[in-house]
């Protein structure tokens, strides 16, 4: 495993994109925080990598038409333990529509291990496209 905080970052994202799942969890700290920021049901800092991984990350999939999601890292910037990445994600919603999301993420790595995130998105677009009853 390697302890280099981009190449974390980087195997991470690529996991997240091929499915995964076992990578995706090992990837994250026992202790590690995401924090999504706004007023949506998924918005606040989900804690510990159970809740990250199987609540916050796997609370997704039921939104989402199996099989349609498609992940793109467009790049990372890195500097010391913490990286910054750039991705686009899209997938058909169960609502019928589209969820097409440019986001980025300030990630804190530890001992090869992502240790904390921070997530910025159009989280007007996440609303629409995912949250359709949702009232801010």
């Not at 994600?89 to 990630?107: E, K």
């Not at 995130?117 to 989280?123: H, K, L, S």
Request: proline residues 4%; aromatic residues 10%; charged residues 25%.
């Amino acid at each position: 495993m390697t302890t280099d905080p981009r190449a974390v970052v980087v195997r991470y994202v690529e996991a997240v994109r091929d499915g995964d799942a076992g990578v995706v969890y090992e990837s994250f700290a026992e202790d590690a925080t995401w924090h999504y920021p706004g007023d949506l049901p998924i918005s606040k800092v989900w804690r510990g990598r159970d809740a990250i991984v199987g609540e916050f990350l796997g609370g997704m999939g039921p939104l989402l038409v199996p099989g349609t999601m498609r992940i793109e890292l467009i790049g990372t910037i890195a500097e010391g333990d913490r990286v910054v990445a750039e991705w686009t994600s899209t997938a058909r919603t169960v609502y019928g529509g589209t969820y097409d999301n440019r986001c980025i993420g300030v990630y804190t790595v530890r001992d090869g291990r992502i240790a904390s995130v921070v997530e910025y998105a159009d989280t007007r677009h996440v609303a629409a496209a995912l949250f359709p009853g949702h009232r801010s």
